[in-house]
């Protein structure tokens, strides 16, 4: 593994299903993001972490939940998922938190919810 | 709160022309500013970032931004772009203060043509 890896690459899903993005980081970053991007909307945050056992609400959480049970994964749920959350999904991480820190993003994955 | 506008949503530029992709932020507090780039089906990568210091920033591929605290603008300029320059560039924020995350802009698509 180098750098962040994401799975599935993409996923078709029907309405009202329980669905878990993965992404796993080997650099032992501290701090862990979840972002969605939507054509004219650029990339939201959904939620982050800023170290291993704990967990912040970004921009746009209502609908996902997450974890942090150690300092390399990082998973993203969809409890019920919905049409709305159709859309690609990037899992990012950074040495530290604090915005001065460079976020370094894993290849996505591209969610269809029917 | 930041907020991070990026007025083109598209730029078609012919092989060694010049480009300017324009960014202007809001904030009501100091800010690091950061230009990322997003090939086809990639995560973004970081381009260059003004953290403190010179105001003219660049990168390694030729291209460069400056910062501008009057006109809250942080524009991203290469002189002579090439074909596979061809990508999404996004414009994002941060409060260069505490645990603050990144605001993104909703990316400009610059299009290389021969």
């Known amino acids: 593994i180098a750098g962040i890896t994401q799975a599935p690459t993409s996923q078709i899903l029907a309405a009202g299903r329980r669905m878990t993005l993965r992404c796993t980081q080997d650099m032992r970053h501290n701090a862990m993001y979840w972002y969605r991007q939507d054509l004219g909307l650029g990339l939201r945050l959904i939620h982050y972490s800023n170290t291993a056992g704990t967990t912040g609400k970004g921009e746009v959480p209502d609908g996902y939940s997450v974890s942090r049970a150690n300092t390399d994964d990082f998973p993203l749920t969809l409890a019920s998922a919905v049409p709305s959350q159709t859309s690609v999904y990037f899992c990012?991480?950074?040495?530290?938190?604090?915005?001065?820190?460079?976020?370094?993003f894993g290849p996505g994955t591209r969610l269809t919810v029917l | 709160a930041q907020s991070v506008t990026q007025l083109d949503s598209q730029v078609p530029v012919f092989e060694e022309a010049p480009v300017e992709l324009r960014c202007n932020y809001s904030?009501?507090?100091?800010?690091?500013l950061f230009w990322y780039v997003q090939y086809p089906n990639q995560g973004l990568q970081l381009l260059l970032k003004?953290?403190?210091?010179?105001?003219l920033v660049e990168s390694i591929n030729g291209f460069e931004a400056e910062f501008n605290k009057s006109q809250t603008s942080f524009h991203l300029r290469k002189p002579s772009v090439h074909i596979s320059d061809t990508a999404e560039y996004f414009c994002?924020?941060?409060?260069?203060?505490?645990?603050?995350?990144?605001?993104f802009g909703t990316g400009t698509r610059l299009l290389v043509s021969p």
């Open positions: 003004y953290l403190s210091g010179s105001t």
């Open positions: 994002a924020v941060s409060p260069n203060t505490g645990f603050q995350k990144l605001v």
């Open positions: 990012a991480s950074s040495l530290e938190a604090g915005g001065h820190n460079e976020q370094f």
């Open positions: 904030s009501s507090v100091s800010v690091y």
